[in-house]
């Protein structure tokens, strides 16, 4: 699968005649170990999720450090030499997507903090000669105000496709391919759901520059290229470039963060060793389970799903995550740490209505903000709360 990719980049990058010369000696990025370790996390968990020997998985790891692609899987048997699905399954991505709807949100200054109140009632969309579109959640229901850091935890639907309405589908389209997707996406508001079909190569390169703090690094999966008389025909150069605001994507990724310890991927930090950000996806019908997310050395993506497209019963977080998991525990060495910028500030809210709070409030919650973002006073300290936590007051 890994050499699949090779293949792929050479012949976007070289005349087919120089590749079809002798003696050429490509110089790649494969990580032997991580390559492994990706295969046997596929190998072994998922026969776990389901004993269907037709349920397939893809995977793809790269380095957040330069964008090199250390291991590709794309096969449930991974000596598989048919269909790659790493690179040619192009799959609905769900949640995946919600990510890049509130980074394109965030961007926008004091319009969105993580604080911003997001109205989570029944939602339909009309639009002239198509039938109505009513966006609903995971579980059916309705929230109410939710603050937009509670919507990305929780990855709430209805919220989304609000927000991707207000700020315009096309803002989020242009900052997808500012995190350096090149697809092509119809701008619907079913954007906002991952209605949008990807590989998981694609989603990595999305996610990498997620976890670089919004500096983006073209994926390669060779760095050099001799001929027969071992002189370089081109070598690769790293080009880094960053077109999206590093604080709205830090403020993205401390959701992330969130996301693995209290949100849709709760308890997956507690099973590592390190501090990780990720997020779950799940499509319509469940018929694709997904996981991205980053360590501090490691971006992994985990696609798992029927090839016939048909329901699976897994969500992102009991299929696709799973296999992450067991992956990033051999792999991954080092924690994703947010970036230390100057201007970020952190204050306590109360998440119910998104104003600020102490520490000892009830709902009180500890946010990240741009300088001078953050949200107003309430009336009278924890007053909008019902009262101050008078047991936890004890304490302070």
């Known amino acids: 699968a890994f050499i699949d990719v090779v293949k792929l980049q050479l012949q976007q990058d070289y005349q087919a005649e120089d590749l079809r010369s002798e003696g050429l000696r490509v110089f790649t990025t494969l990580d032997p170990y991580i390559q492994h370790e990706t295969e046997q996390a596929i190998k072994t968990m998922l ?29 449930r048997n991974p ?27 965030l961007e926008r200054g004091e319009d969105y903090t993580l604080a911003t109140l997001l109205d989570d009632s029944e939602l339909i969309y009309k639009t002239h000669n198509q039938q109505d579109w009513q966006p609903l959640n995971f579980d059916k229901k309705y929230h109410g105000d939710v603050t937009l850091y509670e919507s990305l935890l929780k990855s ?18 242009s900052t997808l391919y500012a995190l350096g997707s090149h697809k092509r996406v119809a701008a619907l508001p079913s954007l906002a759901l991952g209605a949008v079909n990807m590989s998981p190569l694609e989603m990595a390169s999305i996610y990498q520059t997620l976890s670089t703090n919004g500096f983006h690094n073209p994926l390669r999966s060779g760095f050099a290229v ?5 002189q370089p025909l081109e070598r690769y150069s790293l ?80 299929g696709a995550m ?49 300088a001078g973002t953050q949200p107003g006073q309430a009336s009278n300290d924890c007053e909008s709360s019902g009262g101050s936590n008078w047991f936890l007051d004890l304490f302070n």
């Open 156 to 173: 709430y639907n209805v919220p989304a496709v609000r927000t991707t309405l207000d700020i315009g589908v096309d803002n989020v389209v």
């Open 47 to 75: 026969p776990r999720l389901s004993a269907n020997k037709e349920l397939q998985a893809a995977a793809v790891v790269v380095s957040p450090l330069n964008g090199d692609i250390l291991a590709v899987v794309g096969d």
């Open 79 to 105: 000596t598989y030499r048919g269909f790659n699905r790493a690179i040619n399954a192009s799959r609905q991505v769900g949640s995946l997507m919600k990510p890049v709807v509130y980074l394109a949100a």
């Open 322 to 370: 799973k296999i992450w998991q067991k992956l990033m525990k051999n792999v991954a060495y080092k924690p994703y740490n947010l970036p230390n910028l100057q201007n970020m500030e952190k204050h306590w809210i109360d998440g119910k209505n998104g104003l600020l709070s102490k520490k000892g409030c009830e709902n009180a919650l500890e946010l990240s903000f741009i």
């Open 239 to 318: 080009n880094v470039d960053n077109r999206v605001n590093t604080e709205a994507v830090a403020l993205v990724n401390s959701v992330l963060i969130d996301v693995t310890r209290t949100g849709t991927a709760r308890g997956l930090s507690s099973s590592l060793d390190l501090q990780v950000a990720g997020k779950t996806g799940t499509s319509d019908d469940l018929r694709d389970s997904w996981f991205a997310g980053f360590s501090g050395d490691a971006v992994a993506v985990v696609w798992t799903g029927f090839d016939d497209n048909r329901p699976t019963s897994l969500t992102g977080s009991s």
């Open 226 to 230: 001799l001929d027969k008389d071992r």
